[in-house]
């Protein structure tokens, strides 16, 4: 069984460009969560979907950031024209249902890197 | 709001034992995690606490107080492969069940 899937691993724009970022969970899981870790620090939230649904997103910057998770297909972060500070591991997590005592498994990561 | 406070680093030889301690102010939560992270990995999960008392994992184990609003995960017969980031996190009370992360704790071991 698969674990969490994140593409690319490494990705380099420049100012302004746009990035996206894949996330593919688990097999059976429907729940997705986006992390995003600053160096030195710890994940801070970002977004949490189901298929086809934004359930909270109150760790969203509210420009340039917007996600979304399919029917069909991965769960996509997309940040339009980038900026420096955007530069950050991303992580996705996945769950296969909602609970308290449910645990999140955490993809590879996606490393920003805004030139 | 909820904040949840570690050491930042923690120095320790190879097989002994170390803790590494999280204190928390948060209005609830379901449980008290664990994870893992190496240096350019994603967080590995180590270990879960529903309920105070001590939960056992091989040479880990976790302690939670929600008397106390404290934590900590203590690791035994440390290994170099120890060496990496770890950082407690509670699961929110609301409907998304986020990871609200602590800053981390870089432990260091030693031969």
């Known amino acids: 069984n698969a674990g969490v899937m994140q593409n690319p691993r490494h990705l380099v724009r420049r100012r302004g460009q746009e990035a996206r970022l894949r996330c593919s969970p688990m097999k059976g899981h429907s729940h997705v969560y986006w992390y995003r870790q600053l160096p030195e620090e710890g994940l801070k939230f970002m977004v949490y979907l189901q298929k086809e649904n934004i359930i909270d997103e109150s760790g969203m910057p509210k420009e340039r950031f917007s996600a979304e998770f399919p029917k069909e297909g991965p769960s996509i972060l997309r940040i339009q024209q980038v900026v420096r500070g955007d530069s950050a591991a991303y992580f996705c997590?996945?769950?296969?249902?909602?609970?308290?005592?449910?645990?999140?498994?955490f993809g590879p990561g996606t490393r920003l890197t805004v030139t | 709001g909820q904040s949840l406070e570690q050491p930042s680093e923690v120095t320790a030889v190879e097989g002994a034992i170390v803790q590494i301690n999280c204190t928390y102010q948060?209005?609830?939560?379901?449980?008290l995690s664990w994870y893992q992270q190496h240096d350019g990995g994603a967080p590995t999960f180590l270990s879960y606490n529903a309920l105070d008392g001590l939960e056992e994992t091989g040479r880990f184990s976790s302690f939670l107080s929600r008397s106390d609003s404290y934590g900590y995960l203590l690791l035994q017969e440390l290994q170099m492969k120890d060496s990496a980031s770890y950082f407690c996190?509670?699961?929110?009370?609301?409907?998304?069940?986020?990871?609200?992360f602590g800053s981390g704790t870089r432990l260091l071991v030693r031969p």
């Open positions: 997590a996945s769950s296969p249902r909602t609970g308290g005592s449910d645990e999140q498994y």
């Open positions: 996190a509670v699961r929110s009370m609301d409907s998304s069940y986020k990871l609200i």
């Open positions: 948060t209005s609830g939560f379901y449980g």
